[in-house]
């Protein structure tokens, strides 16, 4: 059973550019994550999806990103118009439940590393 | 959701056992501990989790005093691959999706 998987490993981008990242979450999980890690931080979240629905995106610049996980294929994380200030690592999670609740594990990706150059 | 302060990083030798204190001051009734590890260049692990009184695993143990506003994971005769950063989380499972992982404590472990 793979675990989740993320591409590219490594993204680079010019300034204006978009970006496209791409979350596979593991086989029968119906629930993805994004966060994003900025360099010497901790991760953040950014968006919560299920099947064709955003849950909570409250995490979630409100220009330039967007986030969708289609019936079918897998979680695309886009970032439109891309700036320095948007290097950083992505990491996406899945999960069998909701991440919540006792012993609820999210199973994360090795993540994309975006470089806006 | 309640505050936790750990160490930024702690060096250790392999063989030695590691403890990294988290304090949660503020923790709720309802909140357990949740740890994690993140390997450089990989997506964070789970390593444990526990409410109160003490959580072993194949992997590390997690301390919970009967006050609960600190935790204290345990990794024994950790080796050159422990090397990581850990993280500790407090939340009462309503929302854990949303919990920012903060710093964390930087492990270093050398021969």
């Known amino acids: 059973n793979a675990g989740v998987m993320q591409n590219p490993r490594h993204l680079v981008r010019r300034r204006g550019q978009e970006a496209r990242l791409r979350c596979s979450p593991m086989?029968?999980?119906?629930?993805v994550y994004w966060y994003r890690q900025l360099p010497e931080e901790g991760l953040k979240f950014m968006v919560y999806?299920?099947?064709?629905?955003?849950?909570?995106e409250s995490g979630m610049p409100k220009e330039r990103f967007s986030a969708e996980f289609p019936k079918e294929g897998p979680s695309i994380l886009r970032i439109q118009q891309v700036v320095r200030g948007d290097s950083a690592a992505y990491f996406c999670?899945?999960?069998?439940?909701?991440?919540?609740?006792?012993?609820?594990?999210?199973?994360f990706g090795q993540g994309t590393r975006l470089t806006v150059v | 959701l309640a505050k936790t302060t750990q160490p930024i990083s702690m060096d250790s030798y392999e063989g030695q056992e590691v403890n990294i204190t988290c304090s949660h001051n503020?923790?709720?009734?309802?909140?357990?501990i949740t740890w994690y590890q993140q390997f450089p260049s990989q997506g964070p692990r789970f390593i444990i989790q526990?409410?109160?009184t003490k959580v072993t695993n194949e992997v590390a143990s997690l301390f919970i005093p009967a006050d609960r506003k600190s935790s204290t994971l345990s990794l024994p005769r950790v080796s050159l691959s422990d090397t990581a950063v850990y993280y500790c989380?407090?939340?009462?499972?309503?929302?854990?999706?949303?919990?920012?992982f903060g710093a964390g404590t930087t492990v270093t472990v050398r021969a």
């Open positions: 999670a899945s999960s069998l439940r909701s991440f919540q609740g006792k012993n609820t594990e999210a199973f």
């Open positions: 086989k029968g999980h119906s629930h």
């Open positions: 999806l299920q099947k064709e629905n955003i849950i909570d």
């Open positions: 503020n923790i709720a009734t309802n909140d357990y």
């Open positions: 526990g409410y109160k």
């Open positions: 989380l407090v939340g009462d499972g309503s929302n854990d999706y949303k919990l920012s």
